[in-house]
């Protein structure tokens, strides 16, 4: 595979678009000889988002939850292209996608052209701002790598200009005030992170900033994490309660400036206030948006007009309204949460459906193959024989043509939310249970290091807890 062979004109292109959960999953099961593979994406490496929220605090550092896509590529039985580029435009009808060379070195030829037969789209989402003034601007995201690492520094970055020399004591609050926006998973996850992180060391490092250091969780709704049970909800906002973490629901953020947020809340008698509140760290989390690339294809296509969340897709993940084009993860739409769980259930199905397709056309194949030998068979015998073996092959056609559609199988919905606790809503064998606690988060940290992860990533992420559970974390800015 090392020496990167020409294209087989015998087999179809089949290009794949992204290197998240749903593309990796796919590409970890895929028969990659069956096909001409061709992997686009601006990443060259796979990131393990569920633990994305601990290395904004540095307990666990940003490499050891990337794995890079060469790496998985290596171990492919046939040879598979990966090109780190960003798919600028789909052309459905022409069965092209334009890619572009978005890095900061770029050669004679930074975008260029990749014709397919059979397209994947799993390019996952970008971050909602709901177009909301000042966001892109002033506050952090947390999807990628670089986010985390911002966040990092940005944190940091406020604890010591707070304690700068005769700083004034409004300023060092607001400084300090860490506001999260968006109740979600991600940020129910982080705000926990962040407050482990002040409780464990920043207090022992920076004791000036004590008596100020404060983070808000700011959600819309009547309350956080809306995909938990009613149980563990309430056990969060406990939680959060005695970490003194303050909650404010049913508070919408309407405006952001450098040094403050304005938001909408509804008080107990149900009057709307619009209150101002300064803030020296903004991260923003309220949630995911299409990419324009997806948007794009899905004005191409008739079929999609009436799609407003992503690609809608069928029970095999073909996106609706074409015939070789599917879609995985948070691109596609197909009535499940936005989720890494999802996204790999459907990557992995899409590899189980491309190796059978190869498999039909081999049979298929040989059954044309083997009609025609009938025809020139010389006697009944030959004739008797080839008639048994058409059989046969007819038989494992329909076995393997008889693969179902995708069945999505819930496996529970985990979270982090600080103090060595975690929340987990779990559908074993019978019925649903849910628990929260200590026992969780110890269970919380083993699925995670079992799950979908290479051994060398695992080995990583264990020194990093044992790392930063003996020294503390990091606090230098970088
Ligand atoms: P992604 O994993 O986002 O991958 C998209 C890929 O496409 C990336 O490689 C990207 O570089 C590439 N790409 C982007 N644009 C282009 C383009 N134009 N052309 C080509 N390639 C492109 N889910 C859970 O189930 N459990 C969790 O605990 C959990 N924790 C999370 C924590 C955080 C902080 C975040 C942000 C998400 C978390 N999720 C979790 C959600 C989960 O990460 C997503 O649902 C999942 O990543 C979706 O997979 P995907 O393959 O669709 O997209
Ligand atoms: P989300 O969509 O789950 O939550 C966003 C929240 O922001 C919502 O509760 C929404 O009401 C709130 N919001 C939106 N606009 C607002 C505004 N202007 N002011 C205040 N609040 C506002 O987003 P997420 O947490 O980023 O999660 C995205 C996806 O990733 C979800 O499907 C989630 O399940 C998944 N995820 C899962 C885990 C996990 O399982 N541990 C962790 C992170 C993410």
Redesign the pocket.
């Known amino acids: 595979p090392e020496d990167q062979p020409e294209p087989d004109p015998s087999k179809k292109t089949l290009v794949i ?7 990796v999953s796919l590409l970890k099961k895929l028969d990659t000889e069956n096909y001409n593979v061709v992997v ?4 060259n490496y796979f990131l393990f ?2 633990l ?2 601990s290395c904004t605090t540095g307990t666990i550092e940003h490499r050891s939850i990337m794995e890079p896509i060469r790496n998985f590529l290596r171990h492919k039985k046939a040879a598979v292209k990966f090109y780190e580029a ?2 600028t435009k789909i052309d459905y009808e022409k069965r092209i996608v334009y890619i572009n060379d978005e890095s900061e070195i770029k050669g004679d030829i930074s975008s260029t052209e990749v014709p397919f037969d059979m397209l994947v789209v ?3 989402a970008e971050n909602a701002t709901f177009g909301i003034p000042g966001v892109r601007e002033h506050g952090l995201f ?2 990628e790598v670089g986010d985390a690492q911002r966040i990092r520094t940005r944190i940091m970055d406020c604890c010591e200009t707070a304690t700068f020399k005769d700083q004034d004591p409004e300023e060092i609050k607001r400084l300090l005030h860490m506001v999260v926006v968006g109740g979600g ?2 940020g129910v996850e982080f705000a926990g992170e962040l407050q482990d992180f002040f409780n464990s060391d920043l207090k022992k490092w920076i004791p000036d900033i004590t008596e100020n250091f404060q983070v808000t969780l700011v959600e819309a709704l009547p309350n956080v994490l809306p995909m938990f049970s009613k149980q563990l909800i309430d056990y969060t906002e406990k939680t959060f309660k005695e970490e003194t973490i303050t909650i404010r629901t049913k508070t919408m953020v309407k405006n952001v400036t450098d040094k403050y947020i304005e938001a909408e809340s509804t008080g107990p008698d149900g009057k709307k206030i619009l209150e101002r509140i300064p803030y020296g760290l903004l991260v923003w989390a309220t949630g995911n948006a299409l ?1 324009p ?1 997806v948007k794009d294809l899905m004005m191409q296509i008739p079929a999609q007009k009436d799609s407003r969340r992503g690609l809608a897709v069928n029970e095999y993940l073909v996106v609706k309204g074409t015939e070789n084009v599917w879609a ?4 596609a739409v197909a009535n499940y949460a ?4 999802v ?1 790999a259930q459907e990557g992995a199905f899409l590899a189980r459906l491309f190796n059978q397709m190869a498999k039909t056309n081999e049979i298929e194949k040989q059954l044309a193959h083997l009609s025609e030998a009938q025809e020139k068979a010389p006697n009944k015998e030959a004739r008797d024989q080839v008639f048994t073996d058409i059989k046969d092959l007819q038989k494992r056609l329909r076995r393997v043509k008889r693969m179902g559609p995708f069945e999505y199988s819930h496996q529970g919905s ?1 979270a982090y939310i600080g103090s060595e606790k975690a929340v987990a809503d779990i559908s074993w064998l019978s019925g649903n249970f849910a628990t929260g606690g200590t026992l969780t988060y110890f269970f919380w940290r083993s699925a995670y290091l079992s799950m979908c992860f290479s051994t060398r990533n695992r080995i990583l992420v264990g020194l990093d807890w044992i790392k930063s559970k003996i020294f503390g974390r990091d606090v230098s800015r970088e």
């Open positions: 678009l992204g290197t998240g959960w749903g593309a686009v994406s601006p990443r988002t569920p994305l929220p960003e798919a799993g390019v996952g947390l999807k998973p991600t990419r690339v995985v993860g948070d691109c936005p989720t890494a769980q996204a985990l």
